[in-house]
């Protein structure tokens, strides 16, 4: 298959943004910023311009205040000295030829004091302990549990609010191309989204369109900082990751879906399916029907997908766009791989977080495997 019929290999425009392919580098978290003041570094510059042929990559979740953080080593984009270190990055990513969009990133319950602005509880929409999950705080710590958080009052949510939009606006002065809101994987928009996480009984908790609300003023914050053309958002409807659930995922991603079409974004990255857990078997494609159905914007799928099906579910239409983990993580040079079908390095998931270039900046490309 040529490049003119591999549709893995079509250009696309997201939004006003040329991609020259189909492949995009999902947000990975590595735990890898410089220390102290969690600021990306040289060592991240590398990494992400090694992987600068991808149609898009997404930054790797960012967080946008400290309270916000729920993981020892992950970047912010909250300081001057983050801001310049995210500047390193961008550059040489365009230097390289590539886009990249920010991950913007609030971890909500999933933390820790001692990761907390003076050692306060970490926040959520309710105070429910999210079972089994775990965070680590330090080099030493190793994976410690997360205490019950404490439930947010609604006057502090449009604080929170101001963080994203300085975070939107801190991205734009990084040089990023545009930024992803996170709103998966059981961090703080997932946790006002969804069900089970979210048993408010004020204007931002019960219906759908009440659990909603906040994550749609976080949209229409950053919406006055960039263009919608460049705003995309992230969600994982059937995730199981930190201990998340909805009732009726095909009804929230469908409203969710509309609301967000009706903004404007360029994109929805939707986790399908996912090594961290899964309430489906395989992709749940009712619900990607309903968010396909609503949404009128470019879809990424996400989630264990190989060169073969990211081919067969663009040619279907059942997504235009891939984001591939793993595997770019362990091949630098995914696109050219998949353009020969050459075959792939594997991954070594004891490097996944944390550490230095091992496992990170030194995967070898095919011409340095040959």
Not at 16 to 33: F, G, K, Q
Not at 44 to 57: D, M, P
Not at 60 to 70: L, N
Request: proline share 7%; hydrophobic share 35%.
């Amino acid at each position: 298959m040529t490049d003119t019929t591999n549709p893995l290999f079509q250009p696309l425009t997201l939004g006003d943004l040329e991609l020259p392919n189909r492949i995009v580098m999902a947000p990975l978290t590595r735990a890898r910023a410089g220390q102290p003041g969690d600021v990306p570094s040289d060592m991240n510059a590398t990494y992400y311009a090694q992987r600068a042929s991808t149609g898009l990559i997404i930054s790797e979740a960012t967080q946008v205040s400290q309270q916000g953080k729920g993981y020892a080593f992950t970047p912010g984009i909250y300081t001057p000295e983050q801001v310049a270190g995210w500047r390193k990055v961008t550059d040489a990513v365009h230097a390289a030829g590539g886009r990249m969009h920010a991950q913007l990133w609030h971890v909500g319950r999933i933390s820790h004091p001692e990761l907390q602005p003076g050692g306060d509880l970490p926040v959520g929409p309710s105070a429910i302990k999210p079972e089994g999950s775990q965070v680590f705080i330090s080099a030493e710590s190793g994976m410690v549990d997360i205490p019950t958080p404490r439930a947010l009052e609604a006057d502090e949510l449009p604080g929170i609010v101001e963080q994203y939009r300085k975070g939107a606006e801190n991205a734009r002065e990084a040089g990023f191309d545009g930024i992803e809101i996170h709103a998966a994987n059981g961090y703080l928009l997932d946790q006002f989204i969804r069900s089970g996480s979210n048993h408010r009984t004020d204007e931002y908790g019960g219906s759908v369109e009440n659990r909603l609300r906040f994550p749609m003023m976080v949209v229409e914050a950053v919406k006055e900082v960039w263009p919608a053309a460049r705003i995309g958002i992230r969600v994982s409807p059937t995730g199981s990751f930190n201990s998340m659930h909805d009732e009726d995922p095909h009804s929230t991603y469908r409203a969710l879906a509309r609301k967000v079409n009706e903004a404007g974004l360029a994109y929805i990255e939707v986790v399908e399916d996912s090594f961290q857990g899964n309430h489906e078997n395989g992709r749940p494609e009712s619900v990607i029907d309903a968010i396909r159905e609503a949404f009128n914007g470019v879809y990424i799928g996400n989630g264990a997908y190989t060169r073969e099906e990211a081919m067969e579910r663009i040619e279907a239409g059942r997504c235009d766009l891939v984001s591939f983990g793993r595997p770019i993580i362990a091949n630098p040079d995914l696109v050219e791989r998949f353009r020969r079908n050459a075959p792939l390095n594997e991954w070594d998931q004891s490097t996944f977080y944390g550490g230095d270039e091992r496992g990170y900046t030194d995967y070898p490309t095919l011409d340095e495997s040959q």
